[in-house]
C-alpha cells in the first residue's frame, strides 16, 4: 500500500479497504470532497482512537463542513465516541457518508508495525510525534484538496499549548484550537472520534493474520489494553518463541516486550 488515499462512501467500503492481505501497511482513505466545502468558510475537527492498546492499529480521523452547515453535527448525533455503543457509533458514521454533499471525512490507519517500528529506530520516534504527524497530515490533506478551511479543532496530546503553538507554526493562516475532551466539547471533534474508532473496530474484526493464512484464528483478545488479563492471556497464548506475536501486535510495548522475554527464545545478535 502507498500513501495514496482511497476513496469510500460507507462502511462498507472501509471494510473493503482495510481488507487486504497485509495489515504492516498503513491505510489511508477519505470520503468524496463535498464541493460547498471549497467556497464555504470551513471548520475541521481532528482526533484519534486506539492510541493506548497493544494490539491493532491507531486511527487517526478528520471531519470538516462549513460553518452554516455544522448544525447537521448534533442532529446526526455526534457525541464523545468513548460514550456512545458501537451501534451507535456506526448508525452515526452511516449518517455522515449519507451527508457527502456537505460532510467531508478521512482517517489514517497506522498499523502496530508502523508503531513498533518507529519506536525501534535508532533515532526513536515517539507515539506523541506519530501522532502529531498523522494530525498534521490530515489536514494538509484537506487543504491541498481545496477545502475552504478557516478554524480547526484537535483533541490534544502532550500538553495543548505545545501542541497547538507547533500545529499553528505549521498551519499560520489557519485558527487552531487544541483542547483536552475536544470530543465531548467540539461536535466536529466528535465527529472525526466516531470516523476514527469505527475505523479501529472494523480494522480489528477484519484483521488479515498473514502469518498463519487458512487458519481459524484465535480472536478472544479483550479490550486489547495492556491492563486486561484476557489480553495478556492472549499474548502469551500465541507466541512464537523464534518469530514473536503476528502483525497485530505492537511489538514495542512493554507488556508485549515481557511476554517476549519470559516466553520466547533468548538470541544474542
Known amino acids: 500500500m502507498n500513501s495514496n488515499y482511497i476513496v469510500c462512501h460507507n462502511i462498507s467500503d472501509v471494510k473493503s479497504a482495510i481488507s487486504y492481505e497485509n495489515n504492516s501497511f498503513d491505510v489511508r482513505i477519505e ?26 492499529p491507531m486511527v487517526y480521523g478528520t471531519s470538516y463542513c462549513s460553518v452554516d ?24 458514521f452511516d449518517g455522515i457518508t449519507k451527508q457527502s454533499e456537505i460532510l467531508g471525512w478521512a482517517v489514517h490507519i497506522i498499523s502496530p508495525t508502523t508503531i513498533s517500528n518507529c519506536s525501534f529506530r535508532r533515532q526513536k520516534c515517539s507515539l506523541n510525534e506519530i501522532s502529531h504527524n498523522a494530525a498534521i497530515g490530515l489536514i494538509q490533506r484537506v487543504l491541498d484538496r481545496g477545502v475552504n478551511i478557516c478554524e480547526v479543532f484537535v483533541d490534544t496530546v502532550g500538553p495543548p499549548d505545545k501542541y497547538q503553538e ?34 479501529r473496530d472494523a480494522a480489528l474484526k477484519n484483521w488479515k493474520f ?53 516466553n520466547a527464545a533468548l538470541i544474542d545478535w
Do not use: H
Not at 448544525?71 to 451507535?88: F, H, N, Q, R, T
Not at 499553528?168 to 466536529?188: G, M, N, R, Y
Open 166 to 199: 507547533k500545529l499553528l507554526s505549521i498551519f499560520p493562516q489557519l485558527k487552531i484550537t487544541v483542547s483536552k475532551k475536544a470530543d465531548s466539547l467540539f461536535p466536529i471533534v466528535s465527529a472525526a472520534s466516531i470516523c476514527a474508532k469505527v475505523t
Open 210 to 262: 498473514i502469518e498463519r493464512p487458512g487458519e481459524d484464528i484465535d480472536s478472544n483478545w479483550g479490550s486489547g489494553y495492556p491492563n486486561d488479563p484476557v489480553t495478556k492471556e492472549y499474548l502469551k497464548k500465541n507466541i512464537d518463541p523464534v518469530f514473536g506475536f503476528p502483525s497485530i501486535v505492537r511489538f514495542s510495548w512493554s507488556t508485549a516486550e515481557l511476554v517476549l522475554k519470559n
Open 69 to 92: 452547515n455544522q448544525a447537521i453535527l448534533k442532529s446526526l448525533g455526534c457525541a464523545d465516541s468513548k460514550v456512545l455503543s458501537e451501534l451507535a457509533r456506526d448508525e452515526i
Open 31 to 56: 470520503s468524496k470532497l463535498p464541493e460547498t466545502t471549497k467556497t464555504e468558510k470551513c471548520i475541521l475537527g481532528i482526533d484519534e482512537a486506539g492510541r493506548g492498546p497493544v494490539l491493532g
